[in-house]
C-alpha cells in the first residue's frame, strides 16, 4: 500500500503573485468594540500584503453544514487550502457563529445569537492587555497582543504555537519547556473532519535530560518515522516518505535549557519581480516534479525559451525542461519539453535516479541539493 504522502506539509509562503481582479478587506485586525460574524466563507480578515485570510468555512469534500474558523491561502484559487483551524473538533452546526474579544481581552467565538449564545473557542489567554488587539499576520500567524506595548512582536497568544496540520515559514515545531508547550502537527481526522487524525509529526524528547531530540511521525502510538537527532547541521537518519533538504535551507534548530524546536525560513533574495537580471535558478537532477494542479506545459518548446517564459512571469514558481521525449526516464509526460509551474510546490522529494533536469527559482524559495 503506498505510504500517505500527506502526513507534513512544509508550505512555503510564496512572496510574488500574479495581479488579480479580486478585491481584498483591507482589514486585518479585530478590536474589543467590533463583532465579526461568519459570511458565507468570505474572509473576514486579510493580512495586509493579502496573503493569508481568516474566515469560516466548511470542508469542501463533506456534505454537512459544519463550521470552522480558519486560516487559508487567500490568493490560491479553486478549493480554500486551510492551513490552520482554531475549532478543530468543535463544529458550529449552522452559520451564527460569531468572532469578538471579551472583557478579558481573549478573542472569543461563540455559536447562537443574542442570549443563546454558547462559547465555542478562546484563546485563553491568562496575561490580560490594556488595549487587546488581534492580528492577522503576512506569516499566516493570528496574534493576540497588547496595542499600548510598543513591542509589537510581544503576543499575548499565538496560532503558531497551536498548529495543525500544516507548518509554515517562521512557525516553530518543538517545546518551550518553561511553558510545557509541545508544538507538533497532527493530520485532520478526514478530508471532511479536521479534528486531530492519527498521524502526528514532531519533536520527541529522552529523558530526563533531553540531550538527542529526534523528528518521529506516528500513526497513533506506533512510530512510523524517525528522523534521528539533530547531527549540527541536520537531522540524522534518511526516508522512503519524507525528504526535508537541510543544506542552504534556512531551516534552524534550537536545544537549550529552556527551549528544543527546530523552525525554517522562506529564503527571499531577490528584490523585485521585475528585476529579471537577479533571477536565479538552480539546476537539481534528483528531485520529484511537484503537484501538477497549477502548470503549463508546451510540447515544442527550447530550454532558453522555457527560462525565459518563467522569468516573464510573476508567478511562475520553476520550471521543468525535459530533452528524453521517449518518457523512458522522465518524470514529466511523454513528449512534454517545458512545463511550468505556479504557486506554491508541493510534493516534493529527492528522487536519486532520474535524469530530468528540474530548474527552481531561488526567488520562489525551493530549496535544492
Not at 488595549?131 to 499565538?158: A, C, I
Not at 511537484?290 to 508567478?315: G, V
Request: proline content about 3%; charged content about 20%; overall charge neutral.
Amino acid at each position: 500500500m503506498e505510504f500517505p504522502y500527506f502526513l507534513v506539509t512544509l508550505l512555503v509562503v510564496l512572496s510574488l503573485f500574479s495581479l488579480s481582479t479580486t478585491t481584498f478587506a483591507v482589514v486585518d485586525t479585530i478590536r474589543p468594540s467590533e463583532i465579526l460574524r461568519d459570511n458565507n466563507n468570505t474572509a473576514i480578515l486579510v493580512s495586509k500584503q493579502g496573503t493569508f485570510a481568516l474566515g469560516f468555512f466548511t470542508p469542501t469534500a463533506t456534505s454537512s453544514k459544519n463550521r470552522y474558523l480558519g486560516i487559508w491561502y487567500n490568493k490560491i484559487t479553486g478549493n480554500q487550502t486551510v492551513v490552520w483551524v482554531a475549532n478543530r473538533c468543535e463544529p458550529i452546526k449552522d452559520s451564527s457563529s460569531s468572532l469578538t474579544i471579551n472583557n478579558k481581552g481573549n478573542l472569543v467565538l461563540f455559536s447562537g445569537h443574542s442570549n443563546n449564545r454558547v462559547l465555542v473557542w478562546s484563546t485563553n489567554s491568562s496575561k490580560q492587555a490594556r488595549e487587546p488587539l488581534v492580528q492577522l499576520l503576512d506569516d499566516g500567524n493570528l496574534v493576540l497582543r497588547d496595542d499600548k506595548d510598543s513591542n509589537t512582536t510581544k503576543y499575548l497568544w499565538e496560532s503558531f504555537d497551536y498548529p495543525t496540520d500544516t507548518m509554515l515559514p517562521g512557525m516553530i515545531l518543538g517545546w518551550d519547556l518553561k511553558k510545557g508547550l509541545n508544538r507538533r502537527l497532527s493530520s485532520w481526522k478526514s478530508s471532511d473532519d479536521p479534528c486531530h487524525g492519527d498521524l502526528t509529526y514532531g519533536i520527541e524528547l529522552d529523558e530526563p535530560d533531553h540531550i538527542a531530540p529526534q523528528l518521529l511521525i506516528r500513526n497513533g502510538s506506533s512510530i512510523l518515522y524517525r528522523e534521528g537527532p539533530w547531527r549540527g547541521v541536520s537531522f540524522g537518519g534518511t526516508s522512503n516518505y519524507v525528504s526535508v533538504f537541510w543544506k542552504n535551507s534556512g531551516y534552524e534548530f534550537v536545544h537549550n535549557k529552556d527551549e528544543i524546536y527546530f523552525t525554517y525560513n522562506a529564503q527571499n533574495n531577490f528584490v523585485s519581480c521585475n528585476d529579471k537580471e537577479k533571477d536565479v535558478f538552480y539546476l537539481t537532477t534528483e528531485l520529484k516534479v511537484p503537484e501538477t494542479k497549477y502548470t503549463w506545459a508546451s510540447k515544442s518548446m527550447k530550454l532558453d525559451e522555457c527560462n525565459a517564459k518563467c522569468i516573464s512571469n510573476c508567478s511562475c514558481s520553476a520550471y521543468g525542461y525535459n530533452s528524453n521525449l521517449d518518457g523512458s526516464i522522465s518524470d514529466l509526460a511523454i513528449g512534454t519539453e517545458c512545463v511550468l509551474w505556479f504557486g506554491d510546490l508541493f510534493d516534493t522529494r529527492n528522487s536519486k535516479g532520474y535524469g530530468r533536469k528540474q530548474n527552481l527559482q531561488k526567488k520562489h524559495v525551493l530549496v535544492v541539493m
